[in-house]
């Protein structure tokens, strides 16, 4: 060799390197991502362990699910994707419940899954947890990606965070072959290709149009009701949500993870009243709450006779005319959507008759306190009423307290009885109605607010994710499960 060649050859060993393991954590951390909740092997073992070199918390469960379910919840609460690291194929396949959970819920999260070779699996020819992961997770989720080169990973992990949180949010799934992780490149090249992504999720603003039809149907209201979703809470446009429902004077209901987006002793808090105002109503608003299962689709005996006209706040256009024809379709996201309806509804907006706001609240009224002597009794054995009685002094005495809440009755009764003061307290089974959550929410739950952790468990419900206990005990973190065992 000449002695250039060799001087060429030293200065190109003297340059700093990067490789796939680092890629990935510069790309996570660049865009905000600071905890991922996983269940360590091969081969994102070490991926793991340089995540915790590297200043990022990573949480390991007992079972990838869980761990998935946290990860939603997580996306849920800061509006930022949950990530959740798995092995590949049994523990992707544990993860794609969560993710799948995730997507249907419109919570954002990322599940990263390690990958065994690509030539073998797609020859099939028997590798180590052999899958073809990406083709399986792609029906399950919003996006599916897969990189296979160091200098992809940055625009990589850009994708699936957009496309975590745009529009509606949901689950995607970003694979991570082993060998992608091990490759090497020049370190300066490796930080020009990371990408940090501008905006993740841009305002989406209605068209004024829309906002006019929207109040022209709420002002020939007579009998308005709002409901509010877990969408509502998630777009944390509480000011502008209240100042809409306190402006408007019209009843509102909130369906269970909306709870506490203003306090359920509000005034105009109609949940007590719920038989009544879904059959009686003239008009409803929907905020961030689809006509699914949970709202007996809009339609039947739940809703009554009188007629009605709906008006329909969401992201997603697709949602309008799910079940019902929807009268007033808002398609926008809902701190845009309610500024629009509130600038609209100017200083002169006449509340709905008091024939129907009187008649709304003497029917709450009624059957709050019909229910409150029961909520005091001290049977033995305990009762349903009598546990959450108690349970509903605790968390009215401490409204920073995050609600976990799953089960069969234990969940339909802590609903009703359990009442919240504070936005995203309470975290339940979401769209699904699906056991197994609690453990998974409660320590993403703990992990992201550092509140304290209530979950009120059915026992069967507990079975599901009890193993998680460990993992809240390792971590030490402030949550208190309280089993209903019946
Ligand atoms: P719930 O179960 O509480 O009724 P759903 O999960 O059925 O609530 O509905 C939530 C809705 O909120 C989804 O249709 C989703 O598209 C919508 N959504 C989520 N985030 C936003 C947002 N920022 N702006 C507008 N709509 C949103």
Request: glycine share 8%; aromatic share 6%.
């Amino acid at each position: 060799m000449s002695s250039t060649a060799t001087e060429t050859q030293d200065a190109q060993d003297d340059q700093p390197l990067t490789d796939g393991f680092h890629l990935v954590i510069d790309a996570l951390k660049l865009n905000g991502i600071k905890t991922i909740y996983n269940v360590p092997g091969i081969p994102i073992t070490d991926l793991g362990r340089f995540m915790q070199a590297e200043g990022l918390r990573v949480l390991s469960f007992r079972h990838e699910q869980h761990a998935g379910y946290a990860a939603a919840i997580a996306g849920y609460l800061t509006k930022t994707p949950g990530v959740c690291l798995t092995v590949s194929a049994p523990g992707f396949l544990n993860g794609l419940t969560a993710l799948a959970h995730a997507t249907t819920n419109c919570y954002p999260m990322i599940l990263i899954s390690g990958s065994s070779e690509r030539e073998i699996v797609d020859l099939m020819q028997g590798d180590y947890e052999e899958m073809d992961q990406l083709a399986i997770a792609k029906p399950m989720c919003k996006a599916a990606y897969r990189i296979l080169h160091a200098e992809d990973i940055g625009i990589g992990i850009a994708r699936a965070i957009r496309a975590a949180v745009s529009g509606r949010p949901g689950g995607v799934y970003l694979d991570l072959p082993a060998a992608l992780l091990g490759q090497v490149m020049d370190a300066a090249a490796g930080e020009k290709s990371l990408v940090k992504v501008i905006d993740p999720a841009p305002a989406q603003l209605p068209a004024p149009d829309s906002v006019k039809r929207a109040l022209d149907v709420l002002k020939s209201a007579k009998k308005p009701l709002i409901v509010l979703g877990k969408g509502a809470a998630y777009a944390q446009a509480d000011d502008q949500i209240r100042a809409l429902v306190e402006k408007s004077g019209i009843p509102y209901i909130a369906m269970s993870m909306a709870k506490g987006l203003l306090p359920d002793d509000h005034d105009l808090y109609a949940g007590a009243a719920r038989s009544l105002v879904l059959k009686e109503s003239d008009t409803v608003m929907l905020i961030g709450a689809r006509l699914n299962w949970l709202l007996s689709h809009g339609k039947g005996k739940a809703w009554g006779t009188a007629p009605k006209k709906f008006v329909h706040i969401d992201i997603e256009p697709k949602e309008m005319d799910s079940n019902v024809e929807i009268a007033a379709p808002l398609v926008g996201d809902i701190t845009s959507c309610v500024e629009a309806l509130l600038d609209g509804m100017g200083n002169n907006w006449t509340a709905p008759p008091a024939e129907w706001t009187d008649a709304v609240k003497a029917k709450r009224d009624a059957n709050i306190e019909k229910m409150a002597p029961r909520l005091l009794n001290n049977n033995v054995p305990m009762d349903y009423h009598g546990a959450l009685g108690s349970l509903k002094r605790i968390v009215a005495a401490n409204p920073d307290l995050i609600l976990v809440n799953e089960g069969a009755n234990t969940l339909d009764f802590a609903r009703s009885i359990i009442d919240m003061f504070k936005p995203r307290k309470r975290l339940d089974v979401g769209t699904w109605g699906v056991m197994g959550i609690g453990m998974g929410q409660a320590i993403a739950a703990a992990v992201e607010t550092g509140c304290p952790v209530l979950c009120v468990e059915g026992d069967s419900a507990f079975g599901f994710s009890g193993m998680e206990i460990e993992t809240i005990c390792r971590y030490n973190l402030p949550v208190c499960v309280v089993i209903f065992n019946n």
